[in-house]
């Protein structure tokens, strides 16, 4: 319950934050998260021994009904990058062990394979972009005046 009351929290906190500093987001970002989404969705399937290519759906609407979600991760990233940047916030060698930690947990993996992983499909640095963006969002949660 804590966690999601904590997710809500940061959630309504972007959409505030993004309503009162409007701004378009780059469309080769969006793109670039619409691609994301369907090669995940793609892997999903997959996972699932189900052949993306053969089976019946409609990507274009697919693609649509993503779009949202896209514009708004990009533009809460773009949002957090910006803080991040204005306070100076940095993450410690130690931050990231320890976010490695939890994902090799969370996962169900041994910390060296999540190591490899991370090396073998160059996810380091945007994985330590999303733990720094994480600790940006507690802080401004902590900054917040919550009523």
């Known amino acids: 319950k804590n966690q ?21 987001a780059p469309d080769s970002m969006i793109e670039d998260e619409l ?13 699932q ?11 274009k609407q697919v693609l649509e ?10 533009k809460e990233e773009i949002l957090l990058d910006a803080v991040i ?9 130690e931050e990231f062990e320890i976010a490695t930690q939890l994902l090799a947990r969370d996962a169900g993996v041994k ?14 640095e945007e994985f330590a972009a999303q733990v720094l963006r ?3 969002l507690d802080w401004l949660l902590s900054q917040a005046d919550i009523v």
């Open 4 to 24: 999601e009351a904590d997710r809500t929290a940061k959630t309504r906190l972007v959409e505030r934050l993004l309503d009162a500093h409007p701004f378009d």
């Open 35 to 47: 691609r994301q989404r369907l090669e995940d969705i793609g892997r999903n399937l997959a996972s």
């Open 49 to 59: 021994g189900v052949d993306p290519d053969k089976v019946d759906i409609d990507w």
């Open 65 to 74: 009904k993503e779009r949202e979600g896209a514009l708004r991760r990009v």
């Open 85 to 93: 940047r204005k306070e100076a916030m940095t993450l410690s060698r």
């Open 111 to 124: 910390l060296e394979e999540i190591r490899s992983r991370m090396k073998q499909r160059g996810v380091g």
């Open 134 to 136: 994480g600790k940006c």
